[in-house]
């Protein structure tokens, strides 16, 4: 069971600390200060994590159980490698034998057991080459993309919103049968084509915030349970294809 950190001492750190007035902007020095005291980070360095965002996806598997059983797991943006280290650890991945694939355009430092590609998700390329090195199908993609923020809400919901659909027609296209889905989204509304889409394909479709999501967060989590698998191609569909 994951459970939410406590505040206190686990880390030998002691929470409220603030940071010297120095030549800081306020904002970054409000920013530091929230990072250092927050207990997810010092859980995530007490637990050999690469980020807080670990607990994001423990917390959502914990209530929704989607990593039992997983034996292959595509990780869309997925810098610095937090969630790759979760799904190597329950697929069993190793170097000889790899089982999970990483993309993300920010440079991520090598971990064992996952195959990581320094590309953007939206080249031409790289379904291919995610797919190429997963060595199969995968049962679970996961997705913790956002476009870089502008500081205009809408913009930024609908720039990552792009990114949601995207990896949503990718998981569709590699998803083994009675494999799920999950990506992050802003609040402000899930386009409705999505959804539908979702709902076509999936057996459950939800939005899930967990705990470890900070609560001044936009940030929600899309979740598609059970892929309901890829219909045969009509006879005109495999003429277009072989093109």
């Known amino acids: 069971?994951?459970?939410?950190?406590?505040?206190?001492?686990?880390?030998?750190?002691?929470?409220?600390?603030?940071?010297?007035?120095?030549?800081?902007?306020?904002?970054?020095?409000?920013?530091?200060?929230?990072?250092?005291?927050?207990?997810?980070?010092?859980?995530?360095?007490?637990?050999?994590y690469r980020a807080r965002a670990a607990f994001k996806l423990l917390e959502i598997d914990e209530k929704h159980n989607i990593l039992k059983g997983a034996r292959r797991i595509i990780d869309l943006g997925a810098a610095p490698g937090s969630w790759s280290q979760i799904a190597a650890n329950v697929t069993g991945s190793t170097d000889a034998d790899v089982r999970v694939a990483a993309i993300d355009f920010l440079e991520m430092a090598p971990l064992p057991g996952v195959k990581i590609l320094q590309l953007d998700f939206l080249d031409p390329e790289a379904p291919k080459k995610l797919i190429e090195a997963v060595g199969g199908t995968p049962d679970l993609v996961i997705s913790d993309m956002a476009a870089p923020t502008t500081g205009h809400q809408k913009t930024d919901h609908l720039r990552t919103m792009h990114l949601c659909e995207v990896a949503a027609h990718f998981?569709?296209?590699?998803?083994?049968?009675?494999?799920?889905?999950?990506?992050?989204?802003?609040?402000?509304?899930?386009?409705?084509?999505?959804?539908?889409?979702?709902?076509?394909?999936?057996?459950?479709?939800?939005?899930?915030?967990?705990?470890?999501?900070?609560?001044?967060?936009?940030?929600?989590?899309?979740?598609?349970?059970?892929?309901?698998?890829?219909?045969?191609?009509?006879?005109?569909?495999?003429?277009?294809?072989d093109r």
């Open 1 to 48: 069971m994951t459970k939410a950190p406590i505040a206190g001492n686990r880390t030998g750190r002691k929470l409220g600390q603030k940071v010297k007035k120095t030549k800081l902007k306020a904002s970054s020095r409000r920013w530091l200060e929230r990072h250092i005291n927050d207990p997810y980070v010092q859980r995530a360095k007490l637990e050999g």
């Open 171 to 241: 998981a569709i296209e590699v998803l083994a049968e009675g494999g799920h889905f999950l990506a992050k989204t802003f609040q402000g509304g899930t386009e409705r084509e999505l959804l539908t889409l979702l709902k076509q394909n999936f057996r459950q479709v939800v939005h899930v915030k967990p705990g470890a999501s900070r609560s001044e967060s936009v940030e929600m989590f899309l979740l598609a349970k059970g892929f309901k698998g890829r219909k045969p191609a009509t006879a005109e569909e495999a003429v277009e294809q």
